[in-house]
């Protein structure tokens, strides 16, 4: 576990290499994309579903052939036919699970909620992510966006690529679980910076911190990695001259 330096400290270093190596903007996320808007809740619920296990172009791809055909809203979207919204989400993948969820959760909301997800969210915090990760595919990572997006909660949400990082520099056991992992990340970011910190991370994960052949060289945060150290104690890698 890394504790040279005490956590705030971490973060704001972590934080500052990233910021200065990727720029956010240029990616494209879709939650980020959907936030700007009117931060409707149910539309960003179903962005995050559609990009579950895709990319974000692919995701946007999904999101933009479904609205062309209908309002985003638990009443509209209840009334379709699942095969037709698999059709127009094709792009996203797992077109035809993702399409059941997004109408499953649409009659969900209805009865539950009178229609609206806001009343949801109107609910202690808690009690709100809790009742979440009960709607179809939605689990902890797809909550804690939607929350994160709404301004309810400040938390990192954990996705593979977080958790990843996460482990390689030492922040966290090997075998954290996701709970483990967003608290540990929530001591070391501070509340304002965690979205970044979760956009920044992700980023790092899909373009140097890889799952298989990770750029360790051209890491900007190795110094930092017990991962890279590591590599570097069983001479697998050499550093820079």
């Not at 895709?54 to 979207?77: C, G, H, Q, W």
């Not at 966290?172 to 929530?186: G, H, M, N």
């Amino acid at each position: 576990m890394i504790k040279s330096i005490d956590d705030e400290s971490l973060g704001s270093w972590l934080i500052e290499r990233l910021r200065n190596r990727y720029d956010i903007a240029k990616f494209g996320f879709i939650s980020s994309f959907i936030r700007r808007g009117d931060r409707n809740p149910f539309k960003i619920l179903v962005a995050t579903i559609l990009s579950q296990n895709s990319t974000d172009k692919a995701a946007m791809a999904a999101y933009r052939n479904l609205e062309k055909i209908v309002d985003i809203t638990p009443s509209s979207i209840a009334k379709l036919n699942s095969k037709v919204i698999a059709s127009a989400i094709k792009p996203a993948g797992l077109h035809r699970s993702k399409a059941e969820a997004i109408k499953k959760l649409s009659r969900i909301i209805i009865t539950k909620y009178g229609g609206d997800l806001s009343n949801l969210l109107k609910k202690d915090v808690i009690d709100a992510r809790r009742e979440l990760m009960e709607l179809p595919k939605v689990g902890p990572k797809t909550s804690d966006v939607l929350l994160v997006s709404m301004g309810i909660l400040k938390t990192v949400p954990v996705d593979t690529h977080i958790s990843r990082i996460a482990k390689r520099l030492g922040l966290v056991p090997l075998k954290a679980d996701y709970e483990t992992i967003r608290k540990r990340l929530d001591e070391i970011f501070r509340e304002d910076d965690r979205y970044e910190a979760h956009l920044l991370l992700i980023l790092h994960g899909r373009e140097t911190c890889k799952a298989i052949n990770p750029l360790c060289n051209e890491c900007v945060i190795n110094e930092r990695c017990a991962y890279y150290k590591s590599l570097i104690r069983q001479n697998y890698i050499c550093t820079r001259t």
